[in-house]
């Protein structure tokens, strides 16, 4: 329940921060607003939103070069090799002995202390970690991995078959993959040209909102090349809408939204 409050807490955050629509904004059904980068200004909170063509943004690359990066909840497993008697691995109680990086991003280790984990990599934890434990002991072999993903997560909201919140892990997610961990689209509800990521730009003074039209084969190609972040909600649109607000009023009231959320997160 606690989880759950958290996540609803977060997402009204999202929406308030980064979402809010303004009456009579809207964008038509065609695919013509898409021909050139759109900035929409949002007069309640004064920022300007850019609408983007997912095929504006496609990295074939990104999967290759993509390093997860630890985060505030997640929880490591840290093994000490050659030192039994210290660091015993056999009889150890998986769910004990694993590390949960606290609210200010840090892990406790024996001998060690409090040590920063957050925004890092697991080689540079790791590495951290020999650094450390070599002031007590010589040429320690230290393993880490992260044993439970949980401080980051994108929202697949909308005319989903099923609406589904998708923990990130060391393997990027998608577009495509997030839409099939979702069961595809809803074949009797779904705008398969009407896919939209909201993303909040927190280094940027302006928040994005790309489009992907998903009526063809190729345009799951180019999913499959979309990376999504942290945060970010997929919603696919219903059928028949034509009109912005009347896309973002979806997710209002909050209350119908929120429960949207409940019932995604109650199976996990």
């Known amino acids: 329940m606690n989880m759950k409050k958290k996540i609803n807490l977060a997402l009204v955050f999202i929406l308030i921060s980064g979402c809010s629509i303004a009456p ?10 898409l021909d050139d980068s759109k900035y929409v200004h949002i007069d309640s909170i004064d920022k300007k939103v850019r609408l983007i063509n ?21 929880q490591i497993a840290v093994t000490i090799w050659g030192l039994p008697e210290i660091f015993p691995i ?7 002995n694993l590390r949960r ?7 406790f280790f024996p001998y060690v202390g409090l040590i920063e984990a957050k925004g890092k990599s697991q080689d540079e934890l790791r590495q951290d970690l020999t650094n450390r434990l070599s002031e007590y002991f010589t040429s320690p072999q230290v ?7 949980n401080s980051q997560q994108v929202f697949v909201l909308g005319e989903v078959t099923k609406p589904k ?4 892990t060391d393997i990027p997610i998608s577009l495509s993959y997030a839409i099939g961990e979702s069961f595809g689209l809803n074949t009797n509800t779904a705008s398969a040209s009407e896919v939209f990521i909201i993303r909040q730009n927190i280094s940027e003074s302006d928040h994005l909102i790309f489009h992907a039209d998903l009526r063809n084969p190729s345009g799951f ?14 919603y ?10 009347k896309v973002i009023s979806q997710f209002f009231p909050f209350s119908t939204f929120l429960n949207s959320i409940d019932n995604l997160t109650s199976d996990n």
Not at 221 to 234: H, M, P, Q, T
Request: charged share 20%; net charge negative.
């Open 165 to 168: 919140k998708i923990n990130i």
């Open 54 to 74: 997912i095929s504006e943004t496609l990295d074939i690359s990104y999967g290759s070069e993509y390093v997860y990066r630890i985060g505030i909840g997640d």
């Open 236 to 245: 696919v649109n219903s059928s028949g809408t034509a009109r912005w607000n």
């Open 24 to 33: 009579g904004m809207h964008m038509e059904t065609d695919s013509s607003w």
């Open 221 to 234: 190609i180019e999913a499959g090349s979309f990376y999504l972040e942290n945060n970010d909600i997929v």
């Open 101 to 107: 990086v606290d609210a200010n991003g840090n892990i």
């Open 143 to 149: 393993d880490v991995a992260i044993a439970r993903f």
């Open 90 to 96: 056999n009889n150890i109680n998986t769910d004990l």
